[in-house]
């Protein structure tokens, strides 16, 4: 008998990398999303968070920006 499980690919630099493990690691247990992580930049993530990962990253980096005051 053989299963199949199917992953997402995540590529990003260092800090979007670790904000991303740790949005996974704030979740309750039945909703962690990451499958293994590969090195600091690549990881396996279950498909259907892809819209929620980059809903996340967008927010995160919509409060991190500078706006030059006019």
Do not use: C, G, W
């Not at 690549?42 to 967008?58: D, G, K, L, N, T």
């Amino acid at each position: 008998m053989y299963s199949m499980l199917v992953t997402l690919q995540f590529s990003s630099d260092i800090p979007m990398a670790q904000f991303i493990i740790n949005l996974n690691a704030s979740m309750p247990t039945s909703q962690k999303f990451i499958i293994h992580i590969l090195d600091n930049t690549h990881m396996f993530v279950q498909p259907h968070v892809a819209e929620m990962i980059r809903s996340a990253v967008a927010d995160f980096r919509d409060a991190n920006s500078y706006e030059k005051p006019t």
